[in-house]
């Protein structure tokens, strides 16, 4: 085989063998590419993921909240309804105490008025 022959055999081969490495870097840099955009993916729904945990504990604690507070404004608005209450039949007392004063003085001066005429009957 003459020198020209056995060049042309081996850049065929060596140009085959470049083919082959560029074609296998491709697909291996493509296969890197894909896992790349897989990991971003995965970090990307992990990252979703973080972001609704973190909103539905932070309703979950304003729901405490709101349910504490409503709680609490329901107790101090029985409690004031208590206080009123209590007040009212305050009032109410102090009035029937004040008649029945009122009534036991005129029924004790009613008292001295008779026992006055009867003296002065007698006299």
Do not use: P
């Amino acid at each position: 085989m003459s020198q020209k022959a056995r060049t042309e055999a081996y850049s065929e081969i060596n140009e085959n063998d470049e083919w082959t490495a560029i074609q296998k870097f491709n697909t291996l840099l493509h296969f890197e590419e894909q896992k790349q955009s897989m990991l971003r993916d995965a970090e990307r729904k992990r990252l979703i993921r973080e972001e609704l945990d973190k909103q539905i504990d932070s309703k979950k604690v304003k729901a405490v909240n709101e349910s504490d507070e409503n709680r609490a404004y329901d107790e101090m608005a029985q409690e004031h309804g208590k206080l009123l209450e209590q007040r009212e039949k305050d009032k109410a007392n102090a009035v029937k105490e004040k008649i029945m004063n009122d009534k036991a003085c005129r029924d004790q001066q009613m008292q001295q008025d008779r026992r006055r005429k009867r003296t002065e009957d007698k006299e």
